[in-house]
């Protein structure tokens, strides 16, 4: 008997490595191995042609004590001071407006993913056009004696393109806060209706904390986001005015791929890496809570 189990245990065991095999080698061949060499790649001067040479930390030394490391940075943090607040809290007011109307049909809410599913480039190119000095937008703006420039204007051009990227994501952000309304209890409601609160001191006291993990999971997603920016600065202002959009993933872009220097890329992608996995433990360190339903 023992055997018998043993032996169904062996057979269960080998059919489940088949199944996720596929997945095993995927995981292993496009993800562990270039993980593996870019941190080796990252020790090295390497301009894909020549052999590569050792260098050491050199190329982490070299990122660091470059001014366009600071710019990044600075601009990383602008667009998220920006892009976080302004698109949680539309998403947020879309998510409890659909959840009140209670008759939202499924097209309804399928629509509001159009924008997050549109390609990149092609809406990075459209709202160039529309945002222009000459565009549709600052045409209507003259006649009203204002002309604002959006994306030539070093101190607005990236909250510029932070607003361009709320419109593109907060359907699908709003869409997590929507499941997250629906998996509140009524019961909660009744009982915070039984105690006297009002309207909005059941939205901030009952709803907003019900609500965290909905509120981390797009803090992560939009910290990753965030600091790897790439499509819009690159299509819209190529890193400028004057390094005003210039971002990290713009640097790794430029220093791999037209100065070929593949080490340095490598370790421009590390650092920032680590700047996203930094920000996402601030979030999960100081803004999860475990909510008891």
Request: one cysteine or more; hydrophobic letters at 55%; aromatic letters at 18%.
């Amino acid at each position: 008997m023992d055997k018998l189990k043993f032996g169904n245990k062996f057979k269960g065991s080998k059919a489940g490595l088949a199944l996720i095999a596929p997945y095993l080698v995927f995981t292993i061949v496009f993800w562990c191995i270039p993980f593996i060499w870019s941190f080796v790649l990252a020790l090295q001067k390497w301009n894909m042609m020549s052999p590569a040479k050792f260098v050491g930390l050199n190329n982490f030394i070299k990122i660091f004590s470059d001014k366009l490391f600071y710019i990044s940075l600075r601009n990383t943090f602008q667009f998220i001071g920006v892009f976080i607040p302004l698109g949680v809290a539309i998403s947020l007011l879309i998510a409890w407006m659909i959840y009140k109307a209670q008759r939202a049909s499924s097209f309804f809410l399928i629509s509001f993913l159009l924008p997050y599913v549109t390609a990149g480039v092609a809406y990075a190119v459209i709202f160039s056009r529309l945002f222009a000095h000459d565009g549709v937008v600052n045409v209507f703006l003259r006649g009203i004696n204002l002309n604002i420039p959006f994306f030539t204007d070093p101190r607005i051009a990236m909250s510029s393109i932070a607003v361009l990227v709320v419109w593109k994501v907060m359907g699908y952000y709003a869409l997590i806060f929507y499941a997250g309304l629906q998996a509140i209890p009524q019961s909660i409601y009744d009982a915070a209706l039984i105690d006297g609160a009002s309207g909005t001191q059941t939205f901030f006291k009952v709803t907003v904390p019900m609500l965290n993990a909905s509120f981390v999971t797009i803090l992560i997603f939009a910290i990753g986001l965030s600091v790897n920016i790439f499509t819009e600065p690159f299509l819209i202002t190529e890193g400028g005015p004057f390094f005003a959009t210039h971002t990290f993933v713009f640097w790794t872009y430029k220093t791999t791929f037209e100065l070929f220097r593949a080490g340095q890329g490598s370790a421009l992608a590390i650092v920032t890496a680590a700047i996203s996995f930094g920000l996402v433990f601030v979030v999960r360190k100081f803004v999860e809570r475990e909510v008891q339903l």
